[in-house]
C-alpha cells in the first residue's frame, strides 16, 4: 500500500539537500529511487521538508537507512529528520 512520508530536518539548507541528491546519482527532474513514486523538497523557516510517495513503507525505510542516513550525514546534517507517515488513499501520476 502506498504511503507518504514527511521528512524535517532541522538545521538542513537546500544546498547540504543537493550534495544528498547528487552523491545519490539522481538529478532534478530526473528518476527517483526504486520504490519511490513521488519526491519535492521546500525550505522551512527550521530547515528542510521534504515529501514523498513510495510504494510501502518498507521500501521507504530501507532506502533510508542505506541512503538517506549515511549519505545526509556525509553531506553535514547531522541530526536526523522528524518523520511522518500518511496513509494514501489515492495518489495521481503525470499527465
Given at each position: ?18 550534495q ?31 515529501i ?10 530501507k ?13 553535514g ?19
Amino acid at each position: 500500500m502506498p504511503v507518504a512520508v514527511q521528512q524535517d530536518f532541522s538545521g538542513a539548507t537546500l544546498a547540504q539537500y543537493d550534495q544528498v541528491v547528487q552523491k545519490m546519482g539522481f538529478r532534478p527532474g530526473g528518476p527517483g529511487a526504486p520504490g519511490g513514486l513521488f519526491h519535492w523538497v521546500t525550505k522551512t523557516d527550521a530547515g528542510i521538508r521534504i515529501i514523498d510517495v513510495w510504494e510501502s513503507k518498507d521500501q521507504f525505510e530501507k532506502f533510508a537507512a542505506a541512503k538517506i542516513g549515511p549519505i545526509s550525514a556525509q553531506a553535514g546534517i547531522t541530526q536526523p529528520p522528524k518523520v511522518t507517515f500518511f496513509e494514501i488513499h489515492n495518489y495521481l501520476t503525470e499527465g
